[in-house]
């Protein structure tokens, strides 16, 4: 099946400084989507990026499909920024199966 | 408009019992995606569901099934409880194949 690697695996920031996260995948998609998991488990949706830059506050999103990988930058960061980045795709024709990486883990201290 | 609604939030059951976990999607969503999400792991596809009918299943044993109801709200069943079935369980509901939008899940704890 399809590979999604999420780099880095960890990430600790000081409040204020930018960053930059990278999801790597194995083949073509239809979909792809960036969450952001708070400390109670509710996945939020941050991006819907099959291909092309989209930006919505201090955070942006670039996804280059021919070559098969995505960048969520966040700027200024926030303490309330913390928790667990995903990124996942959906594999052409797989109805909706999305598959997750295993997560970026930001820690942004104050 | 009320985001992904899921029930319980929280639940603990011993190895063997069964479970049903429900989920009421977006208002004009038709597709329902189950996921588990172990400790530590990115949410694991389990099943999908558009208007009613099965539309993708995830490698998981017999063990889990679902249904869809008329009114595009989902249940997922699983039997015969294993310890390892222990997971935060994510509903996500979509308008045909795009964006996915998650519940707040269910904690389950098998003990």
């Known amino acids: 099946g399809i590979q999604v690697e999420q780099s880095p695996p960890d990430l600790i920031l000081q409040e204020g400084a930018n960053s930059t996260l990278r999801c790597n995948f194995s083949d073509s998609v239809n979909n792809l989507q960036w969450f952001h998991q708070n400390p109670w488990g509710q996945l939020i949706n941050l991006f819907y990026?099959?291909?092309g830059t989209k930006q919505n506050g201090r955070l942006s999103a670039t996804t280059v499909a021919t070559e098969r990988y995505s960048l969520l930058y966040i700027s200024s960061s926030q303490t309330t920024d913390s928790g667990v980045y995903f990124c996942?795709?959906?594999?052409?024709?797989?109805?909706?199966?999305?598959?997750f990486g295993k997560g970026i883990t930001l820690s942004v201290r104050p | 408009d009320a985001g992904v609604t899921q029930s319980p939030t929280h639940l603990i059951k011993t190895r063997g019992q069964h479970v049903t976990l429900r989920c009421s999607p977006i208002s004009g969503h038709k597709s329902v995606s189950w996921y588990q999400q172990v400790l530590g792991q990115g949410p694991q596809f389990i099943f999908q569901?558009?208007?009613?009918?099965?539309?993708g299943r995830g490698n998981f044993p017999d063990r889990f099934s679902a249904r869809q109801f008329p009114n595009y709200s989902s249940e997922l069943n699983v039997n015969a409880l294993l310890l390892g079935d222990s997971a935060l369980y994510l509903c996500?509901?979509?308008?045909?194949?795009?964006?996915?939008?998650f519940g707040p899940g269910t904690r389950l704890l098998v003990l």
């Open positions: 990026i099959p291909s």
């Open positions: 996942a795709v959906e594999l052409a024709g797989a109805n909706s199966k999305l598959t």
């Open positions: 996500a509901s979509s308008f045909r194949q795009e964006t996915q939008y």
């Open positions: 569901y558009y208007e009613k009918e099965e539309r």
